[in-house]
C-alpha cells in the first residue's frame, strides 16, 4: 500500500525505508478495504504505467523526456527550432527496435543496481541492431562496464569489453589496461597503431604520451616530439576578493573603457559557430531529429556527425569569405533569439558583445576555430580561455586564460594554446597571487 501512496510530506528516501520495515515484518498481501476497514476512501492504482512508457518512448525516442514538454512549450519557457520530421526520422523503425532499446535499458539499470556483471555482460556482448543509435547505447555500455571492471581489479575482463566498444575514449583505455596488465610491448603496438588514425585531438594527445611511456619502459628509441608553443604569460598580484572568482579579479583589473573584458570561457566561439552553422546543426537527416522538442541533434556525438553533414557545414564556413558574413551572423541572432540550440548561449551573447565579436575577430580565425571544433565537438568545445579583451578601434582582441593559485594548465586547455599558436591568435596565461594582507 505504501508503494501506491505519495505520501508528498516525505522524502523518497523516508519513504523507502518505511517499505523496507514493512517488508521485513512479512505480512500477508491484503486489498486495501481489509488493511484499512475503517476508511471510506478508495485506493486508485494506475495499471497502465508500462503502455504509457512505452508510448512516451516511441514518441521522444527516449525515457528521459516526458509530457511537460508540451506545457513548457505552449508557455513559452522553451522554444525549439522547428524542424521537418518524416518518417525516415524517426528513432525507432520498426518493433524490434523498441524491444532492444528497453532491453538495453533494463540492463543498464541493472550495473547501476548493483547486479551481478556475468549476468549482464554476455546478454550485452550478444546483442545486435541495425539500428545506429541502438548501436551507440550499447557501446557505452560497454565502455561504463570496462570501467567498473577496471576499477575492480578485473583487467582481462576490462580489456575485452574496451576492444568491444566503439566509445570515443574506449582505444586509449584499452593501452592503459594493457601497461597494467605488464603487457607493454602489446601495448606500445597498439598506441602506435592508434596514433595513424587518432579519433580526436584527445586521443591524439593521450596516445603521444603513452608511446612516449612506453618507448622508455622498452628501451626503445625516444622520438623526438615537437616541441611545444611556448605561452605568452602575464603575473599578477591581485588583493583577494571579497567575493567573486578568481577570473572575475582579472576581468576588472585589466578592464579599460577603449579595451573592455568580457568573462566568457567556451560560450563566445561556440555561439558564433552556431549562429553561423545553424542550417547544417539543424538539417533534418533522418535519425536526427525523433520530436519537436529537441535543443540539437540526437547523433551530435557519434563519431559520424560531421561527415555526414560535411557539404552543409563547408557551405556555412564558406559564408566566411563574403564580405557580408558580419551582416548574416548579426541577422541568424535576431531571427532565431531564445530557441534551444546545444551551441549558442543567449544568456551570455547580448547584441553589444556581438557587435565587438565581429568586429575585432577576424573572418581566418572564427574559421579556423569553427574547423577545430568540428573535429571534435565534445572534446574542442571546452578548454577556451576564460576571458577574451577587445581593442575595437584597432579592430583586434586578445584571450587571456586564468590561473588562480596554485592552479595549472588542464590537457585540453594545452592543447588551445598550442592550436591558438599554430594560427596566429594572441592568447596570454595570467597567473594570479592574491596580495599578503
Known sequence: MLTHMPLTDRRAAQKKAELEQLRAMDL????????????????????????????????FGNLAQDWSEFVLTDLGIYRYESVDIGPESRGFQCRQDLEDYLHLRQLRVSVEQGADLADIVPPLLAFS?????????????????????????????????????????????????LEQLGRDAEAYDQALAF???PGSDEESQRLERALTRLQRKLGLQMVKKPKAASET??????????????????RDHLQQDDAPVHYVENTLLCSLFGLLCWEAIFAPLPGSFFHPFHSGPVD?????????????????????EQPDYRQLIKARYQEKFGLQSP?????????????????????????????????????????????????????????IE????????????????????????????????????
Not at 368 to 388: E, S
Request: glycine letters at 4%.
Open 28 to 59: 500477508p498481501a491484503q486489498t486495501f478495504t481489509d488493511w484499512c476497514p475503517m476508511l471510506d476512501d478508495q485506493l486508485l492504482s494506475l495499471m497502465v504505467g508500462e503502455l504509457c512508457d512505452r508510448l512516451r518512448l516511441m514518441f
Open 129 to 177: 541492431s541495425s539500428n545506429p543509435y541502438l548501436c551507440s547505447r550499447q557501446s557505452c555500455l560497454l565502455f561504463q562496464i570496462a570501467q567498473q571492471l577496471e576499477r575492480s581489479g578485473e583487467l582481462e575482463q576490462a580489456l575485452l569489453l574496451y576492444q568491444q566498444s566503439a566509445h570515443g575514449e574506449a582505444r586509449w583505455r584499452q593501452i592503459r589496461v
Open 195 to 197: 596514433s595513424q588514425t
Open 233 to 250: 604569460r602575464i603575473n599578477l598580484v591581485l588583493p583577494a576578493p571579497t567575493h567573486g572568482s578568481v577570473e572575475i579579479a582579472v
Open 300 to 320: 551530435l556525438h557519434s563519431p559520424d556527425f560531421y561527415a555526414r553533414r560535411q557539404h552543409l557545414f563547408k557551405r556555412c564556413l564558406l559564408q566566411l
Open 343 to 399: 551551441f549558442v548561449f543567449w544568456g551570455m551573447l547580448d547584441e553589444a558583445r556581438l557587435e565587438l565579436a565581429l568586429q575585432c575577430i577576424p573572418a581566418a580565425h572564427l574559421h579556423a576555430c569553427f574547423t577545430r571544433l568540428l573535429r571534435d565537438l565534445k572534446a574542442n568545445r571546452a578548454g577556451m580561455p576564460d576571458l577574451i579583451q577587445f581593442y575595437p578601434q584597432e579592430h583586434r582582441y586578445r584571450m
Open 402 to 437: 586564468v590561473k588562480g593559485p596554485g592552479d595549472r594548465l588542464q590537457d585540453n586547455q594545452k592543447r588551445w594554446l598550442s592550436f591558438a599558436a599554430e594560427h596566429g591568435i594572441a592568447v596570454v596565461v595570467c597567473y594570479v597571487r592574491w596580495a599578503e594582507a
